[in-house]
Antibody, heavy 121, light 107 residues
Framework: QLQLQESGPGLVKPSETLSLTCTVSGGSVSSGSYYWGWIRQPPGTGQEWIGTIYYSGSTYYNPSLKSRVAISVDTSKNQFSLKLTSVTAADTAVYYC?????????????WGQGTLVTVSS | ETVLTQSPATLSLSPGERATLSCRASQSFSNHLAWYQQKPGQPPRLLIYDVSNRATGVPARFSGSGSGTDFTLTISSLEPEDFAVYYCQQRSNWPLTFGGGTKVEIK
C-alpha cells in the first residue's frame, strides 16, 4: 500500500523559507508511470495546487506561486521536496503531498495526511 | 486559469436521498475533471476521475457526468458516511485548479 508522509517545521517566520519533504513508502518516486505533487489548503478553505514533479526532474508550477516555489526529487531517498521562499501569513495552510494518477499529471489518487505550517513571528 | 464554481455551497439532505452537486468551469474542456470527498482532519479522497470513472474502491452510488463547462457528481442514495465536503478539480488546462467545495450536511 502506497503511503506518503510530509515532514518539516510547523512554524516559519515571515520572509523566511518554508521547506517540506514528502517520503514515499510502498512505491517508488522513480516509477516512470507517476508524477508527484504538492497541494495546500488554508484553514477553512479549499485546495490550491502548488506544483508537480516527475522523477526526471521536470516540474510544473502554479503561476501564482512560480516565482517563490521550487520542487525537487531525491530518488535515492525516495522523497520529493518543496521550498517556498519569502513566506507571509497568507502561506499558512495544511500542506499535502500527493501522487497523480498513472500516465499524466491530472488527478491525485494518493495523499499524505498533511502537515499544518503556520507563518508567524 | 480555469475557474471552477461549485454549487450549491451547502446541500442539506437526509440519508437515503439523492444528492446532485454541480461544478461549472470558466472555460470549456472535455475531460480531466475529478471529484474528491473530504472529511474533517483528513486529506481529500479521490472519487471520480476523467469526468465519469470511479476510483478504486469507490461505491457505485457515486457517479460523475458532464462535458464542456458543466459537470455533475451524483450520489444516488446518501449513506451516513457520505456527509462531507466535495471538491471538483480540473487539469485539462494548466494550471490545475480546484473548486471551492460543496458541503453535504445532514438535514
Amino acid at each position: 500500500q502506497l503511503q506518503l508522509q510530509e515532514s518539516g517545521p510547523g512554524l516559519v517566520k515571515p520572509s523566511e523559507t518554508l521547506s517540506l519533504t514528502c517520503t514515499v513508502s510502498g512505491g517508488s518516486v522513480s516509477s516512470g508511470s507517476y508524477y508527484w505533487g504538492w497541494i495546500r489548503q488554508p484553514p477553512g478553505t479549499g485546495q490550491e495546487w502548488i506544483g508537480t514533479i516527475y522523477y526526471s526532474g521536470s516540474t510544473y508550477y502554479n503561476p501564482s506561486l512560480k516565482s517563490r516555489v521550487a520542487i525537487s526529487v531525491d530518488t535515492s531517498k525516495n522523497q520529493f521536496s518543496l521550498k517556498l521562499t519569502s513566506v507571509t501569513a497568507a502561506d499558512t495552510a495544511v500542506y499535502y503531498c500527493a501522487r497523480h494518477l498513472a500516465g499524466a499529471p491530472r488527478s491525485f489518487d494518493y495523499w499524505g495526511q498533511g502537515t499544518l505550517v503556520t507563518v508567524s513571528s | 486559469e480555469t475557474v471552477l464554481t461549485q454549487s450549491p455551497a451547502t446541500l442539506s439532505l437526509s440519508p437515503g436521498e439523492r444528492a446532485t452537486l454541480s461544478c461549472r468551469a470558466s472555460q470549456s474542456f472535455s475531460n480531466h475533471l475529478a471529484w474528491y470527498q473530504q472529511k474533517p482532519g483528513q486529506p481529500p479522497r479521490l472519487l471520480i476521475y476523467d469526468v465519469s470513472n470511479r476510483a478504486t474502491g469507490v461505491p457505485a452510488r457515486f457517479s460523475g457526468s458532464g462535458s464542456g463547462t458543466d459537470f455533475t457528481l451524483t450520489i444516488s442514495s446518501l449513506e451516513p458516511e457520505d456527509f462531507a465536503v466535495y471538491y471538483c478539480q480540473q487539469r485539462s488546462n494548466w494550471p490545475l485548479t480546484f473548486g471551492g467545495g460543496t458541503k453535504v450536511e445532514i438535514k
